[in-house]
């Protein structure tokens, strides 16, 4: 049973628009939801996250809204630029271990 | 500061084989986690080092093994190896007084087996 479900599976936006990525979740024990970047032949890196304690989280131009009732949570990159394609996980843990279930991934594509 | 390392960053084994990846935590971290990478997919846990001991494990089989050394460095090993074992293996680290926050990963190694 796939604990964190992300969508979609790939994404083109215009450069200077908004790329939104979706992740719903079933665990409600689950209490940091971080959001993960990562590159082709490199490892994930963390871009932000979110405790279920506030509904949004605001990073430069990365924004996490997240609804605790839906059990879902969503990134946002507004002003979306070339360099931000790539490939961004969801992930979810609880109870002050570090164990991640993660997301199945969304392939980002900016198009200049 | 050199954040999560990794070696090797490639490999290749044949099937029945064994391999040790290794993996040095960001400095100021004493918790280890190994993950599973599969082509196309979010990572897997594999298991969780703190303490030189193993504290969580994910749905592996017993091929799959570890080690924390008192420089909370580790050690991931596999035997037996199967087709299926070709994937990026990543290990990320973490404070045990902070967790439940930030994990940081390394690059990964990149291990094929044919």
């Known amino acids: 049973q796939q604990q964190v479900k992300q969508s979609p599976q790939s994404l083109i936006v215009q450069k200077g628009g908004i790329s939104i990525i979706n992740c719903a979740y079933e665990n409600t024990a689950f209490d940091y939801f971080p959001w993960y970047q990562q590159f082709p032949g490199k490892g994930p890196a963390l871009l932000i996250a979110?405790?279920?304690?506030?509904s949004e989280k605001k990073e430069g131009r990365f924004t996490i809204s997240f609804n605790k009732s839906a059990k879902q949570f969503s990134l946002h990159i507004m002003d979306s630029q070339p360099g931000d394609s790539a490939t961004y996980f969801c992930a979810a843990s609880m109870h002050n271990f570090n164990k991640f279930y993660f997301g199945s991934g969304t392939k980002l594509n900016v198009k200049p | 500061d050199a954040g999560v390392t990794q070696s090797p960053t490639h490999l290749i084994k044949t099937r029945g084989q064994q391999v040790t990846l290794r993996c040095s935590p960001k400095s100021g971290h004493d918790t280890v986690s190994w993950y599973q990478q599969a082509l196309g997919q979010g990572p897997q846990f594999i298991f969780q080092y703190y303490e030189e001991e193993e504290r969580q494990r994910g749905n592996f089989p017993d091929r799959f093994s570890g080690h924390q050394f008192p420089n909370y460095s580790s050690e991931l090993n596999v035997n037996a190896l199967l087709l299926g074992d070709s994937a990026l293996y990543l290990c990320?680290?973490?404070?045990?007084?902070?967790?439940?926050?930030?994990?940081?990963f390394g690059q990964g190694t990149r291990l094929t087996v044919v």
């Open positions: 979110i405790r279920p304690d506030v």
């Open positions: 990320a680290s973490s404070r045990s007084d902070r967790l439940g926050t930030e994990a940081f």
